[in-house]
Structures are given as structure tokens and as C-alpha cells.
């Protein structure tokens, strides 16, 4: 009977004690004036920090973007001495004037004057990185398929001048290029390259990284770009010399595309909820981009639809040290509204009649 006595006298002193100790603590984090949301940022802060990538060193951003446009003293036509300055991007080496993402394009782009392109990514089912934009082959060929379904065997004959404008131009026809064979072709003409990475699989990160090692120049002409942050996060971890940016565009969750005010375009998901998601998901992470995750990832540009560019989101990216570029820009007043008045960068998909590269 004592022992029993004793055994609830003493769990009754443990618990005044911890109760007595909780209530100390308690009144030192609310009486000293730290609240609770003070010590949540600093776990916050420390988390980013931790997981943070920083930015590459700035001699390879300047190698591979130039000089800054908005930092000309004019306008962004101006010459900046001898130093590159990158104001206009064939966008898929300039899908207008000849096949896109195919060497043709890159040669033209460079025959024109432009020094800078842009290419889009895919893996086929064999895991090959070919230059392809869409996820499956109908737009460009005409024929029915999903690239990551196919092996390269599959689809290197395949004539992506199928559907273009100026098919009559191209009697030869035109084939999917190989990105090994596209990076080399833009580092043998001193061209500057987006990379666009179209490829949700993560077997892309050791891709590109393979690449990386095996043409070190790309670390002065080579830009690595996707609207997937997780997959840029992955690079640039492992490799944090690499110059990255993210691309946004608005619905990029919930729509298949973005058509600006002609019409909303087909919903990503047919299912009611998870459009609702996707909805929801957008809206935060808007409200993340330009405040933790260009941060954690260390990005050097933002590639952003022009119904969204303006003054504001300008200097808000400028005060981050990222630079801005818009897409598509393909009108002449279009051009000359970005490039003379807003002095960013702009990606364009025809060089006719091009002014300012």
C-alpha cells in the first residue's frame, strides 16, 4: 500500500513539474515578446537556407546572357562597345521561317544575324533527347503517335515540314534533330542556347548533365530552362554553375495552352476536382515564385508570356537580380514596344524584317 502511495505521490510531482515547466516556458516566448511566429520564421529561414542553391558565379551569367539591355543607356538598339548583349532569341530557332527545333532553323537564325536560340526537349521511349516541343507528333508531321511511346528509330524519318506554311520551300523535307547534334551545332557558330525542357521524366537531369560535361562550353553559350522548377532544383544541385530560368505563362496548370483574351483554351483535366486543384495550385504558386522559389533554386532569368510583362513585374524581377525575357513576339510593334521601351530580352519565331539583334 506505501508503495502504491508513493508511486502517485511521485507522478504526482512529475506532472506538476512539467506542467510548472511548460507554463515557464510558455511565459518566457509570449512575456519576452518572441511569439510563436517569430521562432516559425526562423525555421523558415533556416530551412531555405539549407536547401537553397546559389546563383551561378556571375562570369558565366555574363557569358551567356551579355550585358544586361535595361542597364543601355538608350534604348536597346544601341551598341554596348564589344560586349554581347542578348536582345532577341529565335524561339525554336524561329518556327516561322523554317521547321521548328530543326537545324535548318538554327542555320538561318544564325545567317540572319541572330546569335541567340531557343529548343525544345524530349526523351523518346528509348530515352534518346531529341528536339521536340509537342508531346505527341501530330502538328509537326501529320501522323498520329507520343514521342515518349516511340523509339528514335520510330521517329527519325519523320518529316516535320508536314504542316508548315512554307512546306514548297523545303522539297527535301526536314528531320527531327538529335539535341547532341543541335548543341553542336550552335556551339561550332558561337550561338547562345535556351534549353528548353519539355520532359517531365527525371532521367533528363543526368542528360543534361552528361551534356554539360561532355561540351564544357555550355557553361558560357548554354542556358537550361523549364517551367518545372523540381527538375532546374535537380541541375542546378548537382551542378550549380549551370545559368537557369523558369518559364511562366498564366493557366499553365489548368490549361493545355494560353490563347491571351481570344478564348479560354481545353481544361488540363476533365475531372471537376482536379481542375479545382490545378486552379488553386496556380494561384499559390504565383504568390511562391517570385518570393521563395526562384530564391531556393537560384535562377538567373524568368521567361514570362508578354500578357504578363510590365513595368512593375520588371523591376520586381530586376530588385531579385533576375533578368526578364517574354514570349511570343512576333509582331513589329510588338518588338519594338519590348525591346526600345521596356529593354528586356524577347523570344520571337520569325526574323523577318528584324532590327535589333
Same mark, same amino acid.
Given at each position: 500500500?506505501?508503495?502504491?502511495?508513493?508511486?502517485?505521490?511521485?507522478?504526482?510531482?512529475?506532472?506538476?513539474?512539467?506542467?510548472?515547466?511548460?507554463?515557464?516556458?510558455?511565459?518566457?516566448?509570449?512575456?519576452?515578446?518572441?511569439?510563436?511566429?517569430?521562432?516559425?520564421?526562423?525555421?523558415?529561414?533556416?530551412?531555405?537556407?539549407?536547401?537553397?542553391?546559389?546563383?551561378?558565379?556571375?562570369?558565366?551569367?555574363?557569358?551567356?546572357?551579355?550585358?544586361?539591355?535595361?542597364?543601355?543607356?538608350?534604348?536597346?538598339?544601341?551598341?554596348?562597345?564589344?560586349?554581347?548583349?542578348?536582345?532577341?532569341?529565335?524561339?525554336?530557332?524561329?518556327?516561322?521561317?523554317?521547321?521548328?527545333?530543326?537545324?535548318?532553323?538554327?542555320?538561318?537564325?544564325?545567317?540572319?544575324?541572330?546569335?541567340?536560340?531557343?529548343?525544345?526537349?524530349?526523351?523518346?521511349?528509348?530515352?534518346?533527347?531529341?528536339?521536340?516541343?509537342?508531346?505527341?507528333?501530330?502538328?509537326?508531321?501529320?501522323?498520329?503517335?507520343?514521342?515518349?511511346?516511340?523509339?528514335?528509330?520510330?521517329?527519325?524519318?519523320?518529316?516535320?515540314?508536314?504542316?508548315?506554311?512554307?512546306?514548297?520551300?523545303?522539297?527535301?523535307?526536314?528531320?527531327?534533330? +538529335?539535341? #547532341?547534334?543541335? %548543341?553542336?551545332?550552335?556551339? $561550332?557558330?558561337?550561338?547562345?542556347?535556351? @534549353?528548353?525542357? *519539355? &520532359?517531365? /521524366?527525371?532521367?533528363?537531369?543526368?542528360?543534361?548533365?552528361?551534356?554539360?560535361?561532355?561540351?564544357?562550353? +555550355?557553361? #558560357?553559350?548554354? %542556358?537550361?530552362?523549364?517551367? $518545372?522548377?523540381?527538375?532546374?532544383?535537380? @541541375?542546378?544541385? *548537382? &551542378?550549380? /554553375?549551370?545559368?537557369?530560368?523558369?518559364?511562366?505563362?498564366?493557366?499553365?496548370?489548368?490549361?493545355?495552352?494560353?490563347?491571351?483574351?481570344?478564348?479560354?483554351?481545353?481544361?488540363?483535366?476533365?475531372?471537376?476536382?482536379?481542375?479545382?486543384?490545378?486552379?488553386?495550385?496556380?494561384?499559390?504558386?504565383?504568390?511562391?515564385?517570385?518570393?521563395?522559389?526562384?530564391?531556393?533554386?537560384?535562377?538567373?532569368?524568368?521567361?514570362?508570356?508578354?500578357?504578363?510583362?510590365?513595368?512593375?513585374?520588371?523591376?520586381?524581377?530586376?530588385?531579385?537580380?533576375?533578368?526578364?525575357?517574354?514570349?511570343?513576339?512576333?509582331?513589329?510593334?510588338?518588338?519594338?514596344?519590348?525591346?526600345?521601351?521596356?529593354?528586356?530580352?524577347?523570344?520571337?519565331?520569325?526574323?523577318?524584317?528584324?532590327?535589333?539583334?
Amino acid at each position: 500500500m506505501h508503495r502504491i502511495i508513493e508511486l502517485i505521490l511521485n507522478s504526482a510531482l512529475l506532472w506538476i513539474f512539467l506542467q510548472v515547466l511548460l507554463s515557464v516556458l510558455i511565459t518566457v516566448l509570449y512575456e519576452f515578446c518572441i511569439p510563436w511566429i517569430v521562432w516559425g520564421s526562423l525555421i523558415i529561414v533556416i530551412a531555405l537556407r539549407l536547401t537553397r542553391v546559389s546563383p551561378p558565379p556571375m562570369k558565366f551569367v555574363q557569358e551567356v546572357l551579355g550585358v544586361n539591355p535595361l542597364l543601355l543607356n538608350k534604348d536597346n538598339s544601341e551598341k554596348h562597345k564589344e560586349q554581347y548583349c542578348m536582345r532577341v532569341v529565335a524561339h525554336r530557332g524561329g518556327g516561322l521561317d523554317y521547321p521548328e527545333n530543326s537545324l535548318l532553323a538554327f542555320r538561318n537564325s544564325k545567317g540572319k544575324g541572330c546569335n541567340a536560340i531557343e529548343l525544345d526537349i524530349r526523351l523518346t521511349k528509348d530515352n534518346i533527347p531529341i528536339l521536340f516541343h509537342d508531346p505527341t507528333i501530330e502538328r509537326l508531321t501529320g501522323q498520329t503517335g507520343t514521342v515518349s511511346e516511340m523509339t528514335w528509330e520510330e521517329l527519325r524519318e519523320l518529316d516535320i515540314t508536314y504542316n508548315h506554311p512554307l512546306r514548297d520551300k523545303f522539297s527535301d523535307g526536314e528531320r527531327i534533330a +538529335l539535341l #547532341e547534334d543541335a %548543341l553542336q551545332e550552335c556551339l $561550332n557558330s558561337e550561338q547562345r542556347i535556351i @534549353i528548353d525542357i *519539355k &520532359e517531365a /521524366r527525371m532521367d533528363i537531369v543526368q542528360i543534361i548533365l552528361d551534356m554539360y560535361k561532355k561540351y564544357p562550353k +555550355l557553361f #558560357e553559350r548554354g %542556358l537550361v530552362s523549364s517551367f $518545372n522548377p523540381i527538375i532546374i532544383y535537380m @541541375i542546378r544541385k *548537382k &551542378e550549380p /554553375r549551370i545559368v537557369s530560368s523558369l518559364a511562366w505563362r498564366p493557366y499553365y496548370f489548368s490549361r493545355v495552352s494560353y490563347t491571351g483574351l481570344v478564348a479560354p483554351s481545353a481544361a488540363r483535366f476533365h475531372n471537376p476536382f482536379k481542375h479545382l486543384a490545378a486552379c488553386v495550385l496556380e494561384i499559390l504558386y504565383e504568390w511562391l515564385l517570385s518570393r521563395f522559389v526562384y530564391y531556393i533554386i537560384g535562377i538567373s532569368a524568368i521567361i514570362l508570356h508578354k500578357d504578363i510583362v510590365n513595368p512593375r513585374v520588371i523591376e520586381q524581377w530586376y530588385d531579385r537580380d533576375v533578368r526578364v525575357m517574354t514570349w511570343p513576339v512576333n509582331r513589329p510593334s510588338e518588338k519594338t514596344h519590348f525591346s526600345r521601351l521596356f529593354k528586356i530580352t524577347y523570344l520571337t519565331d520569325t526574323l523577318h524584317l528584324e532590327k535589333d539583334m
